[in-house]
């Protein structure tokens, strides 16, 4: 007894300074970098909220600083949006374009995007407004690949966001613009996270927003969803019928969605 009680009282003695000492070893290894305490703190006290935040802070800081319209695009969507605003949402003249068809049928490709381009018109200097409008969905791309890696437990994602954003000047510059591939680029990256997850009803509800958006855009939904489709059959045999009829029924809602198809 005497031996088994010493026992017990080492082994609880050994259990109690070795844990501190596992603890430790697992903080400094998760705070290598500043970056990495950085998303720790955000991570405890403000959660996904304040993640969002620095983001924005981030795209508009990029946006606001250049003082420029880095596309012509831009101030057509801007506008576009203001004309939705101003004559209402169902109005499909378009008399600028006086030899094109669009003047005849009054089609808009993206007027989901002009759609959400509206509270951006409210701003008096309508180039300060796609300027605002380019931050915002930068942002939310750069959130949408963020929480990505966040369900991936990828290690630092907040230092994997950042490196997306600046790993190229070209992609730099095409994300601060206040045009539709802008958010497009985000969908589409959750849009492939949640066909691999076999999550059909997020599946059909992104094909949706993206042709509601972004119409022109539908072979990208055909290509990430057949690309995921068919590496999962390779990999796991298993066929993705249902991911593959959401997308599919969501890209024709969003279609149809449009008032002016």
């Known amino acids: 007894l005497e031996n088994g009680e010493r026992g017990l009282n080492t082994s609880k003695s050994e259990r109690n300074t070795t844990i501190p000492r596992m ?20 991570r405890r006290y403000a959660g996904p909220a304040a993640v969002i935040a620095a983001l924005l802070a981030l795209t508009a800081l990029v946006s606001l600083s250049s003082g420029k319209v880095l596309d012509p695009d831009e101030l057509y969507h801007i506008r576009h949006a203001w004309v939705y605003r101003t004559a209402g949402l169902f109005v499909h003249d378009f ?23 509206i509270p951006f018109t409210y701003v008096t200097n309508l180039f300060t407004g796609a300027r605002l409008a380019a931050a915002v969905l930068a942002a939310a791309t750069l959130a949408l690949f963020y929480f990505v890696l ?27 613009m206040a045009r539709p591939h802008t958010l497009s680029a985000g969908l589409l990256i959750a849009l492939l996270w949640y066909t691999v997850k076999r999550r059909a009803l997020a599946v059909a509800l992104i094909s949706f927003l ?3 958006i972004h119409l022109n855009f539908f072979w990208a939904i055909a290509l990430v969803v057949g690309a995921a489709a068919v590496w999962t059959f390779i990999i796991e045999r298993r066929a993705l019928w249902r991911e593959s009829l959401a997308a599919f029924a969501g890209m024709i809602i969003g279609f149809l969605a449009r008032p002016n198809p």
């Open 23 to 42: 603890r430790a070893g697992v903080k400094t290894a998760r705070s290598p970098v500043i970056l990495g305490s950085m998303e720790s703190f955000l």
């Open 95 to 117: 008399p600028w374009t006086p030899f094109s068809v669009v003047t005849v049928y009054g089609a808009d490709l993206w007027y989901g995007f002009h759609f959400l381009l």
């Open 150 to 176: 966040k369900k991936e437990r990828v290690q630092l994602p907040l230092l994997w966001t950042l490196a997306l954003y600046v790993a190229a000047p070209d992609f730099l510059f095409r994300m601060n």
């Open 210 to 212: 993206l042709m509601f």
